[in-house]
């Protein structure tokens, strides 16, 4: 994937935060990275709730997936970042779902929900004015530190959400999904071969290079298959 236009680096400058007695050295760390970090520097220059946005953004330009017109569900959206990218690219009825409050955004639906709830794909689907061509998720759980299980529960939580995408999701639509590296990703990457034509994955520029994150893409959605 290309470089995201318009970020900006501090051109050699380091932000350094003070040590304190209230500050831990991993909250510093975190604060400093932070600061310095040019996705974070660009989100704010732009507009964008959160640097995710750029994963998105990089994501579509690499494989097309904000078709000008189409029906996009934003799952565990909060704070809105991709919710922005997917009306800013020309979608057509955008609708952004979390357990959080999210401030209103400007050409998008807001709802606070549960997708496990079991009424939910008819009042997305209602609130969408029909089946979803894109359905995608950033969501993941709070990470506990320690790597395989902090793999299974985002693993569990990527498994919920395609669960849910196949209930919402027009024949040959798109789902985009965040997952962690670690090696139990069969039984889903399985059952996603079975219902979409094209399953890839892909690590955007935008995610930290230390982080296990990556992607599934999967196009072509094939109902009842």
Do not use: C
Request: charged content about 20%; cysteine-free.
């Amino acid at each position: 994937m290309s470089k995201t236009p318009g970020l900006s680096s501090p051109r050699g400058l380091t932000v350094r935060v003070k040590k304190t007695k209230n500050r831990t050295p991993a909250s510093r760390a975190w604060l400093e990275r932070q600061l310095n970090d040019p996705y974070v520097i660009a989100a704010q220059a732009q507009g964008y709730r959160s640097r995710a946005a750029f994963k998105l953004i990089e994501l579509d330009d690499k494989f097309k997936l904000l078709r000008k017109g189409a029906r996009v569900l934003d799952l565990g959206a909060a704070p809105g970042g991709w919710t922005q990218v997917a009306v800013q690219r020309g979608a057509h009825s955008v609708l952004a779902l979390d357990l959080l409050p999210i401030d209103p955004i400007a050409g998008a639906t807001i709802l606070q929900g549960d997708f496990n709830d079991p009424a939910m794909p008819e009042i997305l689907t209602g609130a969408l004015g029909g089946k979803a061509d894109l359905v995608m998720s950033d969501m993941a759980p709070n990470t506990t530190g320690h790597t395989a299980t902090d793999h299974l529960r985002i693993m569990g939580l990527a498994e919920l959400a395609l669960d849910f995408a196949m209930e919402v999701l027009a024949e040959g639509g798109t789902f985009v999904a965040k997952l962690f590296q670690g090696g139990s990703e069969g039984t889903m990457l399985n059952t996603l071969k079975r219902h979409f034509a094209s399953v890839k994955h892909a690590k955007p520029p935008a995610s930290r290079k230390g982080s296990s994150e990556l992607y599934v893409v999967a196009t072509g959605f094939r109902p009842g298959k």
